[in-house]
């Protein structure tokens, strides 16, 4: 029975050596990973930092942006209103003032009398009109 129990002592002991090896590496492991978890950790908090400054900053440009869109909207509606109606009224006397002065256009000849091509021959257009 003291063989028995020799041998279990040393099986248990073995395992025992074997687990604080394992604890050994698992906590040097365990600091490994925290030395290099630290920095990334400061590197990521800095990469958020500036993004956020990035951010804000194209923030204050979007509604800088608005407020220049708006104004102009208000430019454009004023100008619109307060040259529109009488542009229109200037422009409509113009055309008329033309028409009344320059006679009618269908008492003005053609420059050139135009000619209309039919299967290879062309035909005046004094002929066209008589059809």
């Not at 020799?6 to 492991?29: C, D, E, H, N, P």
């Amino acid at each position: 029975m003291a063989v028995f129990w020799a041998i279990l002592v040393s099986f248990l002991a073995v395992a025992l050596v074997r687990l604080a090896q394992t604890l050994k590496a698992t906590t040097k492991l365990v600091a490994d990973v925290t030395d290099q978890a630290v920095p990334l950790l400061a590197d990521a908090s800095a990469a958020v930092r500036s993004a956020q400054t990035q951010i804000d900053r194209v923030d204050a440009i979007a509604s800088d942006v608005q407020e220049v869109t708006s104004n102009a909207s208000a430019l454009s509606t004023t100008v619109a209103s307060t040259f529109g109606g009488p542009l229109v009224k200037v422009a409509a006397f113009g055309y008329g003032v033309r028409r009344a002065l320059g006679g009618r256009k269908e008492d003005v000849p053609p420059k050139s009398p135009r000619r209309t091509v039919i299967v290879g021959r062309t035909v005046p257009a004094a002929r066209r009109k008589r059809k």
